[in-house]
């Protein structure tokens, strides 16, 4: 069942190490039918270039596995907690690129720098807080890890959608959009900035985050009602 | 019409992804017809994995659309306020690359430091001012781009073809040329000089341009009447 | 003999220049049959693209030669050594990865301070002391680098599964683990955590680890009774 | 005449860019019949990628062009003063590869931190002094570039194969050997060691170079008559 469903999945996940966002079994995408409240996600610790489409695991919003032969990642409960925080989206990649992972590790935000933030995160890329040792050692640390991403959106009335992609606290970059193709390029994005960003808080340490005038100018051109980058077809 | 301007243009918009300065759909170029005053330019938002030769949109230097499907790349009124103040120029090109961002980014001008740079730039790369917040809440924020780039160059009476690339601030650099595909040059270089000035600042912050005389020489080694680089017939 | 073990220290070596570890004929791997006491490592000084699996040369745990044609590699008494006194490691990978040797220049462990750390590291990656004039001059350089390495991990009584590598102050990064392949693997994520902790540390030097029990999840998540990582088939 | 001379000149100069050390056409490098006194060098100012065997042209070591259709590369006197000085040397390579050229631009010399360094350098890469506005000027530019190499190395009676390259200051990398493939090898360890040395500075400014205890045995190990490393065969 699903199978288109499955194949955006597959797809989303084999994009990963093609642009260098992971190595190895590191990194997953889910894609969600919201309507069914059923998501794709890729198996646990299959190499990429032995992954399959019939693969995918298809797991219901309740955390119930529906259709799969293999275990699902082990972070399928943090995909689950976003999908049932985060009503607007319909695709979830996780990754462990080098540079956004380097700030997540650093426990700080990425700063919004310049337009090129600007045209795909409305302010800069949050960091959660750390996990506190019981959230760790419990049963639950996975869903816990989406719990804190949950927690710091609702703290500053975060819109998901506006910025959609989060540092976990010494761990990693997850990113979302309303179709995982979307979170792949958020992804790949993100990775960009931190390195970026990186290179420009070394030239000088105490830059100041871009004017608000111009991060709303790059934002509102490519997307909502006002957008008027690529042609008004695929907006 | 202008069928070899839009497969100039076309095979200059397909050399940015070749040479890894620009990812999904950012990034553009245009080639100019100075005689008939009518620039080819990439359509918005369309990857370079699909575009072909055809798809380029002609526009003339009052800004009205004289062949094309597409609507043309949103930075097309940077290109014309450009072709309209640099005479010399015939292509244009428009790049995210990391390095060359990054000083964007900063804020910071691309000092000359060696003979790699002096071979491209008589002088440093500079960088504009910020536009204002009208500047950019208005309009016509891509035109008053090209604005503040022609401002930089008038207030020190700097040579386009001296200096054949800028920093806009906040943002990401553009390069030129008399055709477009020397302009595409110049991007690659730009990046290349961004990421190795960046690594010779991180060694020693306080480095100094290196001396007018050595400049002079790298530069009138390759461009100008007394040139020696290079075959006599190609010169 | 022994030609299937010859082929897995072939292939391991192999792996080695495509995962962009080593150059020209730097580096090298062996796979040990702990039960007959003899190892396959490369030759000396042979380019990667010239190998075959023949050109094994197998060598017994007393340091004898047993089959082949050409001189072992030089680093060869280490790669003995590390075998003597790890008893349950079955393949070693030495490289000269460039983040990873960056640290091991400086004299630095790698620090553990993130969760990509914590799935193959319990704790830093360890660096040794340097070796004396006298351990270094005398007949027997390459001996006394394995034994600085036994010496570190007996100093703070380290399990060389837990830490299945080091860094060689001055030098460069050993791996190890029951099998050559994941030697291997254990190399590429020592050079992927070096270059991701070079970044955090750039971004923060005060750095300090991620929480034990932070680190304990991560590690026991993919190794020993506990892991729930990946197919309970593969574990 | 020359087939081979010219043949290997071809073989080097196509090794640059394909180590990514050189690109459009930045980078040369030629190989000497020592025996005739005529060295094969690459045509000035010729992409790589059409370059011939045929294209390479002979110059005797008073300086005459001996065969070529093409002018040769604009370095050509830097070139044939080495040789002249440099008695023990069959092959020169100049790039503007990344990491050295930042040292080169920084004025620094690359200090031996490591035993990767000292497999090739016995000692620093050591660094010109600037030129003379009068050298920079006059007609004799590039022939004083390598008077100011040559000057470095009579300073403190350093051996050209000991140490088989120097940075340029404010310019770039030299590399030499017997042969020019193996300055094209000496070349790739060059910029290889500058990141390396780059990234070890950048984790502690004030890391000191190696013991020479560490450093006469690596080199010792590769060259000389006490070489160990490789197959006695190809020492």
Known sequence: MLTELKREAYEANLALPRHGLTHFTFGNASALDRARGIF?????GVPFEKLRPADMVLIDLTGKKI????????????HRRLYLAFKQIGGIVHTHSCHATAFAQAGRAIPNLGTTHADYFFGEIPVTRKLTSAEISGDAYEWETGNVIVERFLKDSLAPLDLPGILVNRHAPFTWHTSVAQ????????????????LSLQ??????PIEPALSAKHFSRKHGPAAYYGQASSR
Chains 1, 2, 3, 4 share one sequence.
């Open 40 to 44: 794709a996600i890729k198996p646990s």
């Open 67 to 78: 259709e799969g032969k293999l275990a699902p990642s082990s972070d399928t409960p943090t």
């Open 183 to 198: 979170a792949v390029e958020i992804a790949v994005a993100v990775e960009y900035l931190a390195h970026m960003t990186f």
């Open 203 to 208: 030239l000088d340490p105490r830059l100041k």
